[in-house]
């Protein structure tokens, strides 16, 4: 969805490897699920919503999200995604020098998720 003010996408990323030595290929295949909203407004409680919902499908309760200092999200509004004990991904408000580099002139927020543990 898209228009001048604002645009929302979201999506599975198809499978992709990461670097694991300890696989006997070398590397490991992730399933993500992404979400991007941006807009005049962050829209950081759009994607926390689709996280919500998304955990709400899936009958998943053990989750929460805490706070990250990962540099891609703007300082404080950052978040990891736990299940259980475990990090299975992020959300936030990108940092303005990310926007910058892709050329993104509105604030974005982004949600994504490895669908492994999940599923």
């Known amino acids: 969805y898209h228009t001048d003010e604002v645009c929302q996408s979201s999506g599975i990323n198809a499978e992709y490897g990461i670097q694991q030595e300890e696989a006997d290929t070398g590397c ?3 399933r993500n699920v992404c979400a991007l909203y941006c807009g005049k407004t ?10 919500d919902r998304l955990m709400m499908a899936l ?7 805490q706070q990250s200092g990962d540099p891609m999200f703007f300082s404080g509004r950052g978040a990891d995604v736990i299940l259980g004990s475990k990090k299975i991904g992020h959300l936030g408000i990108l940092h303005p020098e990310v926007l910058e580099k892709f050329e993104i002139s509105l604030p974005c927020s982004v949600l994504e ?7």
Not at 42 to 51: D, P, T, Y
């Open 28 to 30: 490991q295949n992730l």
């Open 42 to 51: 962050s829209g950081f409680e759009v994607v926390h919503g689709v996280l």
């Open 59 to 65: 009958n998943e309760k053990d989750y929460s999200i």
């Open 113 to 119: 998720i490895n669908l492994e543990p999940l599923i």
